[in-house]
Nanobody, 123 residues
């Protein structure tokens, strides 16, 4: 009923930039938090950046000053601008959204995830 679709990944040289997008669609009343995680081979999934519905943000220490998260509530879309990319940023990037929807007279909430987009940074 709710889908999150990422785009914008790819291969880039160290020092380069990429912009990821994640659009949510379906039976959506509103979206609370949105954000990005990443998972590199052999490593645990880690939070990259998070943004609330009112625009408050937080970032992993490893990306502070290089990555910027933003969202367009009218489009149910979250973005991740990644600058000064490093080889250690290489991972599958997954977006998530805490989505609210109406079921009858009840407002429900659940987390949804995108399928992931590969970001590869070459040295």
């Amino acid at each position: 009923q709710v889908q999150l679709v990422e785009s914008g990944g790819g291969l880039v040289q160290a020092g380069g930039s990429l912009r990821l997008s994640c659009a949510a669609s379906g039976k959506i009343f509103s979206i609370n938090a949105m954000g990005w995680y990443r998972q590199a081979p052999g490593k645990q999934r880690e939070l990259v950046a998070h943004i609330t519905s009112d625009g408050s943000t937080n970032y992993a220490d490893s990306v502070k000053g290089r990555f910027t998260i933003s969202r367009d509530n009218a489009k149910n879309t979250v973005y991740l601008q990644m600058n000064s990319l490093k080889p250690e940023d290489t991972a599958v990037y997954l977006c998530y959204g805490r989505v609210r929807w109406v079921e009858g007279t009840i407002l429900r909430e659940s987390d949804y995830w995108g399928q992931g987009t590969q970001v590869t940074v070459s040295s």
